[in-house]
């Protein structure tokens, strides 16, 4: 193995294969809210009002979607494996009867099945409270760490429950710590929210730490955060193990 981690130049890799089988094209009336989770198919007909609640017959194609994914780990020698297999839907445009085009249905099977089979790999602490930083003393690096807010996924609540930081928060809170002059436990501490939050564990632990090393009055809680991702974590890897 340690040759093949020179070749790639990285202590982990993924191969993944996905076989898709295509059922048969049904009509069924159903709601646009069945259609809404289906963020890529509305993007391509803002037309129709978002708001709009009532049901039309549309054309519908169910997909199973077969994923494995190898996680060849270079660094302690072991592979392992993951696998999933659901069946999703994929529909035409709202209130159009005619079958959806397999590739598009096949795509927007793929993308929903992936996500699920995304988390089981690296999981999202969806019930892990983000206690994301706004305010700074310095107004500069205060009004970096407010722009990052909205790069959230459609929908998120930062008082709620958010389900995907975007990479362009990534960007701008590290602009604030630069800005901070590596100082500001809110940059610190958003920035390790983010890596939790994509399911980058090793990453958030890292950056949790030094949250914690920029303000030692709050030590004691960047700590309980970095023990309940060690803890989570420790959970995932015993289901997978009895899964695999």
């Not at 397999?102 to 929903?112: C, D, S, T």
């Not at 590596?182 to 939050?197: D, K, M, Q, T």
Request: glycine share 4%; aromatic share 12%.
């Amino acid at each position: 193995m340690s040759r093949f981690r020179k070749l790639f130049n990285e202590d982990f890799v993924f191969i993944s294969e996905a076989h898709l089988k295509f059922g048969e094209c049904k009509l069924e009336k159903i709601s646009y809210k069945e259609i809404m989770k289906f963020e890529e198919r509305l993007l391509s007909r803002p037309v129709y009002p978002r708001e709009k609640e009532d049901q039309e017959e549309t054309g519908l194609m169910e997909v199973q979607v077969e994923i494995k994914t190898y996680l060849v780990d270079f660094k302690n020698q072991k592979i392992r494996s993951f696998e999933i297999s659901e069946t999703e839907r994929g529909y035409n445009d709202f209130g159009q009867r005619a079958c959806p085009d397999p590739i598009r249905a096949g795509k927007m099977a793929l993308k929903n099945v992936g996500l699920s089979h995304t988390r089981k790999i690296f999981p999202q602490w969806k019930k892990t409270k983000l206690n994301l930083i706004r305010n700074d003393s310095d107004p500069n690096v205060q009004k970096l760490l407010e722009e990052g807010f909205q790069y959230f996924g459609r929908g998120d609540d930062e008082n709620r429950e958010i389900f995907l930081i975007k990479p362009e928060a990534l960007e701008v809170w590290k602009l604030a710590l630069a800005q901070s002059g590596n100082r500001s436990e809110g940059a610190f501490a958003n920035i390790a929210y983010y890596y939790l939050n994509n399911g980058y564990l090793e990453e958030a632990i890292d950056w949790f730490r030094k949250a914690a090393v920029a303000n030692p009055d709050r030590e004691k809680f960047w700590n309980l955060r970095i023990k309940d991702i060690l803890h989570k974590r420790e959970q995932v890897e015993v289901y997978n193990d009895l899964n695999n």
